[in-house]
């Protein structure tokens, strides 16, 4: 049976995307919303990202965000090379671009993502001597997570955790003798606070 010739075909696909196409379209205003990492301040960094949901995106959420923090003992450690060996690792700068699916139409609850990101490390050692390095590595990061929206406002809370796939695009990661090694799976848990106009 040739599909391209039946013309039930072309009716069920002309039904189903009058089906979409209405679903698509049914919020009317484009929503914007602010947030932040508390966590990067506690590690002395920052954290800042804008998020819209357009009109006629429905379930759907785009962002992009400027990052940075110091990595505590744990992040570092995540590497079981590097676990012990004295390394000090700063994320100077990431910039991210993230999209998410609310199963919400509200933009709130339950939600999966996704995260690319281009990010700028300084890695440093004190048992191989004076000098440090840095690099330039790509993040690919699915995620997970809820909003919550604990008041009748804008103001929400969001918990969310993902694990990325790493790797370097540029620079050097040794200092001295010593070779900084990137773990190539990355697990993440944070939660950020946000506000949606």
């Known amino acids: ?13 002309l039904f189903a995307s009058v089906i979409f196409t209405s679903q698509l379209f ?6 914007f919303s602010i947030e932040t990492d508390p966590g990067t301040f506690a590690f002395s960094g920052y954290a800042f990202h804008a998020r819209v949901t357009p009109a006629g ?25 590097n676990k012990d060996e004295g390394w ?16 919400n139409e509200e933009n ?3 939600f999966v993502g996704n995260q690319l ?9 004190k048992s191989a001597g004076p000098g440090n390095a840095s690099f330039t590595n790509l993040l690919i990061m699915p995620s997970g997570g809820y909003r919550w929206v604990p ?3 804008g103001f ?28 190539p799976i990355l697990p993440f848990l944070t939660f950020h606070i946000g506000y949606k106009f």
Do not use: C, R
């Not at 000090?88 to 199963?103: A, C, E, K, R």
């Not at 990101?117 to 050692?125: D, F, G, H, L, W």
């Open 1 to 13: 049976m040739n599909f391209l010739s039946n013309n039930n075909f072309f009716k069920t696909l």
């Open 26 to 31: 049914a919020q009317d205003k484009t929503t």
């Open 57 to 81: 995106w429905g379930h759907w959420e785009l962002g992009a965000g400027i990052y940075s923090m110091e990595f505590p003992d744990l992040l570092v450690d995540t590497n079981p090379d």
């Open 88 to 103: 000090s690792v700063t994320l100077d700068q990431g910039i991210g671009f993230f999209s998410n699916y609310f199963f």
């Open 108 to 110: 709130t609850g339950w």
């Open 117 to 125: 990101a281009i990010q700028t490390y300084e890695v440093s050692n």
């Open 151 to 153: 008041f009748k406002n």
């Open 156 to 183: 929400y809370v969001q918990p969310w955790m993902g694990i990325g796939y790493t790797t370097k695009i540029s620079g050097k990661t040794e200092v001295g003798s010593n070779s900084y090694e990137i773990a």
